[in-house]
């Protein structure tokens, strides 16, 4: 099982900004390991972002995003209490679903 | 009785070819077709765009792409895009050399901004590229960064 992501989603102005740090390895697949063999490429393929039933983030990623990837984004709307669900999905199949709610 | 079956079949059919069509990726609503894998197969910034379907886009000054001039460390290289083109749809981030040249590509409903953070991994002293769609139309900004120490490995 995945570790759990840190999300921090905070109201301001009608605007909500959402802070995500996922953890994942994001392993490229042309890393050596210290007997030199490559280590198969393993990371995060798709991210969703839902503000209640709406989706407010997709995001497709390559390999090139950074281990633990960092995520900032910003949508209009959004009141405190009300719950952000963030989902991804790597290679391997294996997914991680967290939930927070807004703050102000 | 037979109107009921007739109703499941379709049913039935309709959630199969749904199946069928995500596996495919032609659910995806950003790129159509089997695009979604060759994007992130591409291997330069032309091959890309040949992907995607699209010419080179234009610069543009409404898109302010944030990275540091040096990053000492490639592995985790911070980019902030902000764009303030009418209607930002998607924002799409790229290093030319990177042996996987896309590195990510954000699809954002109406009420989303066009705003990113994030840290993306850079094997060397190169372009980042970001590609927003605005209305329908692609357009396109980048700045060099200088990486000391590469983070592709």
Known sequence: ?104 | MDRERRKALKTGGSIALLGLFASLGLAHPAFAGAAKKSIFEAKSLDELLDAMGVGLPENSDFIQLTAPEIAENGAFVPVTITSRLPRTEQITILVEKNPSTLTANFILPEGTEGFITTRIKMGQTDNVVVLVKADGKFYRASREVKVTLGGCG
């Open chain 1, 1 to 104: 099982m995945a570790n759990p992501m840190k999300i921090r989603a905070t109201a301001k102005e009608g605007v909500t900004e959402v802070r995500i740090l996922m953890t994942h390895e994001m392993e490229t697949g042309r890393r050596k390991d210290e007997a030199g063999n490559l280590v198969p490429a393993w990371y995060i393929t798709d991210v969703t972002v839902m503000h209640g039933q709406r989706t407010v983030l997709q995001g497709q990623f390559g390999t090139s995003v950074s281990k633990n990837p960092y995520l900032v984004f910003r949508f209009k709307g959004g009141k405190p209490g009300e719950k952000i669900a963030v989902k991804w999905l790597d290679n391997h199949g294996e997914s991680r679903l967290d939930e927070t709610e807004i703050v102000e």
